[in-house]
């Protein structure tokens, strides 16, 4: 966790001194961005919120996206991922929005993806999207390689 966290102190200089606010919306990592970027004080500078997306009903009632907005689409996908972070920062109407989505392990998910797949997208002043592969089936190694990812992700596009 104390990488994540030193992580998440440089995008929290990033975001204070543009004074733009984020909020986040993942899936497979389970919470561990919200809680990187809130580890570090005074994150309700720039933090406004997070969601858990984990299932159909969590993506309906926590991003308002239902069945009809699915429709060629698919979960843990670049696409979906792009969804995410758009709507996320939609609804809270910030500056950012990062969302994760993917398949940790130990066996893959039901639309054919291997265990240690993600994909990883940002919503802001310009989006970008990413796919990464650990090729692992270790659950929380693939959490934290995940939620890993998605920062360094995320503070490459705030240097961008």
Not at 38 to 64: C, N
Request: aromatic residues 6%; charged residues 20%.
């Amino acid at each position: 966790m104390r990488e994540l966290v030193a992580l998440a102190e440089r995008i929290a200089v990033e975001l204070i001194a543009r004074k733009q606010k984020i909020a986040v919306s993942e899936s497979s990592t389970g919470g561990l961005i919200s809680a990187a970027l809130l580890a570090v004080p005074g994150a309700s500078a720039y933090f406004l919120g997070g969601a858990v997306i984990y299932t159909r009903d969590a993506r309906r009632i926590l991003a308002d996206i239902d069945n009809d907005a699915m429709k060629g689409l698919r979960s843990a996908s670049e696409p979906y991922a792009e969804l995410l972070a758009k709507r996320i920062r939609e609804r809270f109407a910030c500056d950012w929005g990062l969302s994760e989505t993917g398949a940790t392990g130990p066996t893959g998910n039901s639309y054919g993806d291997a265990a240690g797949h993600s994909c990883i997208a940002v919503a802001g002043p310009h989006h970008d999207v990413m796919t990464l592969e650990t090729g692992s089936s270790d659950r929380l190694g693939n959490m934290h390689a995940f939620a890993h990812t998605a920062l360094t992700f995320l503070l490459k596009n705030l240097s961008a």
